[in-house]
């Protein structure tokens, strides 16, 4: 049987995506910072907090890759792929929140406490600074996105994508492109006006933002942590595959598991007949043997023949 790379097995380049979303808010972060504290403006200050968390979060799915890649171990026989799950968990959860929270705290307290703005246009250029910057973090985001959704809508991807690392990365990016939007607009408000309460505003504007992001990001990664399947187009392709093998009489069950990375896969199958067991397991070796072939991101593969369900 001929054997043909899985075009479902292509995985983008998390690690580069993460290191180039790191730079950029590390970059972000500091320029948003020296402008908050020159010109006294909240809703900047909402978005340099928001730039140093999105640094924690990059760092965070950076341990979370690394505590990934450990070996199986007797206490963890499956590996430890799903660490990657847990601390995207972490980001979405706990630093989009703080963040957001953090934000809208801020807002609120400025709002019975307003101060006027000083050199309002120094935060619309850092603004700008950061706008080009988050501009050139998105794009290198979703050029390994691109890679992945293999045809499929954005919107799509993003619902069965099983690469959290590149969700979060992902969701960080366009909070941080509409933020920056909510900030200027909050800016130039202000400028217009001159009444800070705009700026006050853009600040909870921002918090309810980072809010939503993290929660509708953390709903998609909880999926994952719990114990969830390849993608369903990885799974269907895995099913044909099965099915179609010269050695496969009929597929009964057929389960997937995700863990980071890598994947399970556990079969209960009836065999073409075979005269003695040798010829069996014989036959099953090459069926595992060609399934790793055409999905190489299968690390565990359980094969149990039967002759029913």
Same mark, same amino acid.
């Given at each position: 049987?001929?054997?043909?790379? !899985?075009?479902?097995?292509?995985?983008?380049?998390?690690?580069?995506?993460?290191?180039?979303?790191?730079?950029?808010?590390?970059?972000?972060?500091? @320029?948003?910072? @020296?402008?908050?504290? +020159?010109?006294? !403006?909240?809703?900047?200050?909402?978005?340099?907090?928001?730039?140093?968390?999105? $640094?924690?979060?990059?760092?965070?799915?950076?341990?979370?890759?690394?505590?990934?890649?450990?070996?199986?171990?007797?206490?963890?026989?499956? /590996?430890?792929?799903?660490?990657?799950?847990?601390?995207?968990?972490?980001? #979405?959860?706990?630093? +989009?929140?703080?963040?957001?929270? +953090?934000?809208?705290?801020?807002?609120?307290?400025?709002?019975?406490?307003?101060?006027?703005?000083?050199?309002?246009?120094?935060?619309?250029?850092?603004?700008? +600074?950061?706008?080009?910057?988050?501009?050139?973090?998105?794009?290198? $985001?979703?050029?390994?996105?691109?890679?992945?959704?293999?045809?499929?809508?954005?919107?799509?991807?993003?619902?069965?994508?099983?690469?959290?690392?590149?969700?979060?990365?992902?969701?960080?990016?366009?909070?941080?492109?509409?933020?920056? #939007?909510?900030?200027?607009?909050?800016?130039?408000?202000? %400028?217009?006006?001159?009444?800070?309460?705009?700026? #006050?505003?853009? !600040?909870?504007? %921002?918090?309810?933002?980072? *809010?939503?992001?993290?929660? /509708?990001? /953390?709903?998609?990664?909880?999926?994952?942590? =719990?114990?969830?399947?390849?993608?369903?187009?990885?799974?269907?392709?895995?099913?044909?595959?099965?099915? &179609?093998?010269?050695? %496969?009489?009929?597929?009964?069950?057929? =389960?997937?598991?995700?863990?980071?990375?890598?994947?399970?896969?556990?079969?209960?199958?009836?065999? *073409? &007949?075979?005269?003695?067991?040798?010829?069996?397991?014989? @036959?099953?070796?090459? $069926?595992?043997?060609?399934?790793?072939?055409?999905?190489?991101?299968?690390?565990?593969?359980?094969?149990?023949?039967?002759?029913?369900?």
């Amino acid at each position: 049987m001929a054997v043909a790379r !899985s075009r479902h097995s292509v995985q983008a380049n998390t690690t580069r995506t993460i290191l180039y979303a790191l730079g950029a808010n590390a970059a972000i972060g500091a @320029a948003k910072l @020296a402008a908050a504290l +020159f010109t006294g !403006s909240n809703a900047m200050l909402a978005e340099a907090v928001h730039s140093f968390a999105d $640094c924690g979060n990059q760092v965070l799915l950076l341990v979370g890759s690394h505590r990934a890649k450990r070996p199986p171990s007797p206490d963890y026989p499956l /590996g430890h792929g799903k660490a990657v799950f847990f601390w995207s968990f972490v980001v #979405a959860l706990i630093l +989009f929140s703080m963040g957001g929270l +953090f934000s809208i705290y801020e807002g609120w307290h400025k709002l019975h406490a307003t101060q006027g703005l000083q050199s309002p246009w120094v935060a619309l250029a850092v603004l700008g +600074f950061s706008i080009v910057m988050e501009i050139y973090s998105l794009r290198a $985001c979703l050029a390994e996105v691109r890679k992945a959704r293999q045809g499929r809508t954005l919107w799509r991807w993003f619902r069965d994508s099983r690469q959290s690392e590149l969700i979060v990365v992902l969701g960080e990016d366009l909070a941080a492109l509409f933020g920056l #939007a909510f900030a200027a607009v909050a800016v130039m408000a202000t %400028i217009a006006t001159g009444d800070p309460i705009y700026d #006050a505003l853009g !600040s909870i504007a %921002i918090g309810v933002l980072l *809010v939503a992001v993290a929660i /509708g990001v /953390g709903l998609e990664v909880v999926g994952l942590l =719990i114990g969830q399947s390849v993608d369903p187009k990885s799974r269907q392709a895995m099913e044909d595959f099965v099915r &179609s093998h010269p050695e %496969i009489d009929a597929v009964f069950n057929l =389960i997937t598991l995700q863990l980071g990375d890598e994947v399970m896969l556990a079969v209960k199958a009836r065999m *073409v &007949s075979h005269d003695s067991a040798s010829e069996l397991i014989a @036959a099953i070796n090459r $069926c595992e043997r060609d399934l790793r072939g055409a999905f190489p991101q299968l690390r565990w593969i359980f094969f149990e023949p039967d002759n029913a369900d």
